[in-house]
Nanobody
Framework: QVQLVESGGGLVQPGGSLRLSCAAS????????MSWYRRAPGKEREFVAS????????TYAGSVRDRFSISRDNVKNTVYLQMNSLKPEDTAVYYC???????WGQGTQVTVSS
């Protein structure tokens, strides 16, 4: 069964930065595209970013393009989300997911507030 462990969340002021990590195990990490999603209070979970398995092609939601950057390390079986110029509307629980495989991690809380 897929195991995903997100970390790196916290409280940050508007305009600040955070780097999220997602450690993956129990599947062939380098064979799967990976994605980040988020769920804000009272809202549905939404797509944030994705990265292909080996070519590293990235895709972003319009709301985070030019502020967030997804990357991966296929040796460490880890996917990252660098978040810059954070806004209060980025407040959410952030989750990573292996594209095409069931299962979610527990998520990591990001709160953007002054």
């Amino acid at each position: 069964q897929v195991q995903l462990v997100e970390s790196g969340g916290g409280l940050v002021q508007p305009g600040g930065s955070l780097r999220l990590s997602c450690a993956a195990s129990r599947f062939s990490f380098s064979s799967y595209a990976m994605s980040w999603y988020r769920r804000a209070p009272g809202k549905e979970r939404e797509f944030v970013a994705s990265i292909t398995s080996t070519s590293g092609i990235t895709t972003y939601a319009g709301s985070v393009r030019d502020r967030f950057s997804i990357s991966r390390d296929n040796v460490k079986n880890t996917v990252y989300l660098q978040m810059n110029s954070l806004k209060p509307e980025d407040t959410a629980v952030y989750y990573c997911k292996a594209v095409g495989l069931p299962g979610w991690g527990q998520g990591t809380q990001v709160t953007v507030s002054s």
